[in-house]
Each structure stands twice: as structure tokens, then as C-alpha cells.
């Protein structure tokens, strides 16, 4: 079973599930992932909610700092910057791409971009990850 497979499995039942998060490719130092731009994730007909996509970098980002954290720790962000570009619409796919800009020991920071499914930039989020002790 491939890491992408892996992590589907695990976030079944939780809110990247329910999000509609789809993992394509896992390394490291990269998470690529999709989603439907569908109705549910709407503030208005057809217009992609901002919460939706900082949820969905949230959630790579998240999975990014796990996939590189020494022992059994946990992670939770401690902050995140989300500049929007344009509007994402229903009826295609959303792409996420989330590298590292930092890996420490007990932080991590992650820079994702959302873009649609041509490659024309939507958002770009930066988020700090702090690596707790289990």
C-alpha cells in the first residue's frame, strides 16, 4: 500500500474525510492532494469557501510535519497566513502542494499552494507547526 493509500485510510471518518480530501502523492518533503470544488464546500452557488481551502492546506500541512517528526509526538498549528489570488468554482478539482520551508525539531513551517486543476495559483498558505511530546 503506497503513503497516499495509507494516510486515505487513516482520515476516513474525520473532518479531511469529510472535507473530501483525496491523497495523490506523499513524500517527506511534498504532499499532493486533491479535492472536488463541489457544493458543499461553498460560501455562495458555485464560489469555493476560503475556510475550505485553509482547511484543506491545514490538513497537508498537518500530515507534512507528521511524516517527519522524530518518535510519537503530536503536532498542532500555531499559526497560519492565507493569501487569496481568485476564486475557485465548482465543477473541477482543487490541487494542493505542500513543501517545507523549515524542519526543526519543534517546529515546522510548510508553504501550500492551491491552485485549479490548469495550475493557475488560487491561494498560498503558510503554516507553523509546533511538534509537542507525546
Known amino acids: 500500500m503506497s503513503m497516499a ?3 486515505q485510510e487513516r482520515i476516513k471518518g474525520f473532518f479531511p474525510d469529510l472535507l473530501g480530501v ?6 517527506p518533503d511534498c504532499i499532493k492532494a486533491e479535492l472536488d470544488a463541489r457544493d458543499e464546500i461553498c460560501t455562495v452557488p458555485t ?12 490538513t497537508l500541512g ?4 507528521v511524516l517527519n517528526m522524530e518518535g510519537n509526538g503530536r503536532t498542532t ?3 497560519s497566513k492565507t493569501n487569496f489570488f481568485r476564486a ?4 473541477g478539482k482543487i490541487i494542493g502542494e505542500c513543501t517545507p520551508l523549515h524542519k526543526g525539531r ?5 508553504q501550500t499552494r ?18 509537542l511530546p507525546s
Open 77 to 79: 498549528t500555531i499559526e
Open 114 to 131: 492551491i491552485t485549479d486543476e490548469n495550475g493557475k495559483l488560487a491561494a498560498q498558505v503558510i503554516q507553523t507547526q509546533i511538534v
Open 5 to 7: 493509500e495509507t494516510l
Open 88 to 91: 475557485l468554482t465548482t465543477g
Open 47 to 58: 464560489i469555493v469557501h476560503g475556510g475550505a481551502l485553509m482547511a484543506f492546506a491545514d
Open 22 to 27: 483525496t491523497f495523490v502523492d506523499v513524500t
Open 62 to 65: 498537518a500530515v507534512a510535519t
Open 106 to 110: 519543534t517546529t515546522m513551517v510548510w
